[in-house]
Nanobody
């Protein structure tokens, strides 16, 4: 199973930026579909952004234009650049990976808190 380790969360003021990173184990990363999910206080987990092995991306409507997902296959890492952060972006952010065999993995989560 693929191991995923997130980093980059923290406390930021509204309007600020953060970049999350998710490092994956194994040699098949370039073929994985990767995504970022989040779960806010009292809310269900939701898909924030996804990227296919071909680089096709999709975003949650509320983050479109503010967040960017991208991957560096040479580093086995997927990133989520978050700009113009809002209070409602506060959540635990989880990295998700899906192999070509349909095996899914989750990271441990990283807390993002947007507060003034």
């Amino acid at each position: 199973q693929v191991q995923l380790v997130e980093s980059g969360g923290g406390l930021v003021q509204p309007g600020g930026s953060l970049r999350l990173s998710c490092a994956a184990s194994g040699s098949g990363f370039r073929s994985y579909a990767m995504a970022w999910y989040r779960q806010g206080p009292g809310k269900e987990r939701e898909l924030v952004a996804g990227i296919t092995s071909y680089g096709t991306t999709k975003y949650l409507d509320s983050v479109e234009g503010r967040f960017t997902i991208y991957r560096d296959n040479t580093k086995n890492t997927v990133y989520l650049q978050m700009n113009s952060l809002k209070l409602e972006d506060t959540a635990v952010y989880y990295c998700h990976g899906l192999t070509t065999r349909g095996e899914a993995s989750w990271g441990q989560g990283t807390q993002v808190t947007v507060s003034s």
